[in-house]
C-alpha cells in the first residue's frame, strides 16, 4: 500500500475470483487522480470500490471503477467488496455504503466480462471487514454487527441472508386492465412478471387510488365498495402495473320472501304481532284496519331488528293486521316483500285465571290473578252479581257466607269477570271456573 506520503492510493484488494477466462479482481482505493507523491493528508480521503478484469490467457488487463463518490465533502464510508461467485460464470459483488445515519448494502450481479447484470439495494444491512459470505443453497449468508439508527453494533453477532438474483425483473402486468365489478362483489387480480423466469420477483404490493371505490387486499383480491373509478396499482421492486376500476350499481332484483304473521291477545287493550325474520329485509311495515274501516292504514315501521309489535286495541272490536318485509337495492331505492296473510282477531278481555276461594276469619274469600288492562272485576255469587272490584283488587271476602251466630260457613258457588270500560260500556270477559270451598 506504499508508505503515507509516498504517492498514497490507498489500495486495498479484497477479492478475487476466476470467471471463464478472466480473473476478477476487486478493491477499494483513492481515484488515481487524487494520489499525490510527498503530500500528507490524503489518507483521510474517501474511497471507491474498483475492479479489475484480467485474461488469464493473454494477461490483458481492465480496470474499472464500481463507484463514483467524491473523495471528500460528506463522509461516506464504504466497507471492502466482498465477491462471492453464484455460478454460471456469475458473481456478486457486496458492501455497505455508511453514512452518520444509516448502512446500505449494494448488491451488484456481474458477468465474466465485468458487465452489471442488476443491481439492488438493502437498507440497514451490513457487511463489515471480518465477514466472509458464502453462497449457502440459493441464498448468500454471512455474519456481521448490527448497524442501526447510525450507530454500528459490534457486541452481538447477526445473521444476514440475501437471494442469489441471476435473471432480473424487466417488468410486471395484471390479467386485466380494465375491469367493471358490481358494488358489494369482488375480484382477483393476477400478477405476471417478465421474465418469467426471474428470480428477482419482490412481494408484491398493491394500492388504490380510491380505497372508498374499490379497495384492495394482499393477494390482490378487489372489493367494490362504493360507485365510481379507481386505480389499483401492483408494484414490485421498480416496476408497477395498473388496472382501471369501475364499480357500478347493480339493481339487485332478488324478491323479498314475505313474512308469516302470527296474533295473541297480550292484554285488554293490546294484541301482539309476531313473524319470522325475512332474510335481506332491512324492517318491516305494519298494517291494520277494523270491521269500520275500509281500507288498510300502516301503523308502524319497524327495523330489521324487531321481529313483533304489540298494537293497541279496543275490547270488543275486531282487527286485522297484515305485514310486509321491506329492503334496499345497490341503487338504494327501496323493495318490498308480498303481504302476509290477513290475520283477524276480535279483541277481548281475558279471563281471570288461578281463581280460588278459601274460609277466611268472618267469610270466604275468593281471589284471582289480575288481568292486563283490565278496568276492574265483578264477582258472581250463586250467578247473581255480588261485588265490582277496582283493577288493582284481587280477593273479595264474602261476609255473607259466614254465620257468626253458628260459627259456619254457607257454602256458595262463584265465579268471576273481568271487564274494560270502553266509552261508558263495560266489555266483559268470559267467566273463569266456577268454584266454591268444596273445589
Excluded at 232 to 243: L, P, V, W
Aim: with cysteine; proline share 3%; net charge positive.
Amino acid at each position: 500500500m506504499g508508505v503515507t506520503g509516498d504517492n498514497y492510493t490507498g489500495c486495498e484488494v479484497t477479492g478475487f475470483s476466476l470467471a471463464g477466462n478472466n480473473l476478477i479482481t476487486v478493491g477499494k482505493s483513492v481515484p488515481h487522480g487524487f494520489a499525490v507523491n510527498g503530500q500528507t493528508g490524503y489518507e483521510n480521503l474517501n474511497k471507491n470500490i474498483f475492479m479489475i478484469i484480467t485474461d488469464k490467457n493473454s494477461m490483458a488487463s481492465r480496470f474499472i471503477w464500481l463507484t463514483q463518490y467524491s473523495t471528500s465533502g460528506a463522509e461516506i464510508t464504504l466497507t471492502e467488496p466482498k465477491l462471492i461467485p453464484v455460478g454460471n460464470n456469475q458473481y456478486a459483488v457486496l458492501f455497505s455504503e455508511e453514512t452518520s445515519n444509516q448502512s446500505v448494502l449494494h448488491y451488484l450481479l456481474m458477468d465474466a466480462s465485468g458487465n452489471v447484470i442488476l443491481s439492488k439495494l438493502y437498507k440497514n444491512v451490513t457487511i463489515q471487514t471480518d465477514s466472509q459470505p458464502i453462497l449457502w443453497g440459493r441464498n448468500i449468508v454471512w455474519v456481521s454487527g448490527n448497524y442501526d439508527n447510525g450507530n454500528y453494533d459490534s457486541s452481538r453477532t447477526y445473521l444476514y441472508e440475501i437471494p442469489v438474483v441471476t435473471t432480473p425483473l424487466n417488468g410486471i402486468a395484471l390479467n386485466q386492465t380494465n375491469l367493471t365489478i358490481d358494488e358489494g362483489n369482488t375480484h382477483k387480480l393476477t400478477p405476471s412478471f417478465t421474465p418469467s423466469n426471474s428470480d428477482d420477483v419482490k412481494d408484491v404490493i398493491w394500492t388504490s387510488s380510491n380505497p372508498g371505490v374499490a379497495s384492495v387486499s394482499e393477494d390482490g383480491t378487489i372489493q367494490g365498495n362504493g360507485y365510481g373509478q379507481a386505480v389499483i396499482t401492483a408494484s414490485a421492486g421498480d416496476f408497477q402495473a395498473q388496472c382501471q376500476v369501475t364499480v357500478k350499481v347493480s339493481e339487485n332484483n332478488t324478491p323479498l320472501t314475505k313474512p308469516v304473521l302470527k296474533l295473541s291477545q297480550k292484554s285488554a287493550d293490546q294484541i301482539h304481532l309476531t313473524w319470522k325474520k325475512v332474510p335481506g329485509a332491512k324492517g318491516y311495515q305494519i298494517y291494520c284496519k277494523t270491521d269500520s274501516q275500509s281500507s288498510y292504514k300502516r301503523i308502524k315501521t319497524l327495523k330489521t331488528g324487531s321481529l313483533s309489535f304489540d298494537a293497541a286495541v279496543v275490547p270488543g272490536v275486531t282487527y286485522s293486521f297484515k305485514v310486509r318485509a321491506y329492503g334496499t337495492n345497490a341503487s338504494g331505492k327501496n323493495k318490498y316483500s308480498k303481504f302476509s296473510a290477513v290475520k283477524s282477531r276480535k279483541a277481548a278481555v281475558s279471563a281471570p285465571s288461578k281463581v280460588s276461594c278459601k274460609m277466611s276469619n268472618g267469610g270466604t274469600e275468593v281471589s284471582w290473578t289480575k288481568v292486563a288492562g283490565a278496568s276492574g272485576y265483578v264477582i258472581y255469587r250463586n250467578g247473581s252479581a255480588a261485588k265490582t272490584v277496582k283493577s288493582s283488587v284481587s280477593t273479595w271476602k264474602d261476609t255473607k257466607a259466614y254465620d257468626s251466630q253458628t260459627g259456619m260457613y254457607w257454602v256458595y258457588n262463584y265465579y268471576v269477570k273481568a271487564f274494560k270500560t270502553v266509552n261508558g260500556k263495560r266489555i266483559y270477559s268470559k267467566p273463569t271456573k266456577t268454584i266454591n270451598l268444596y273445589s
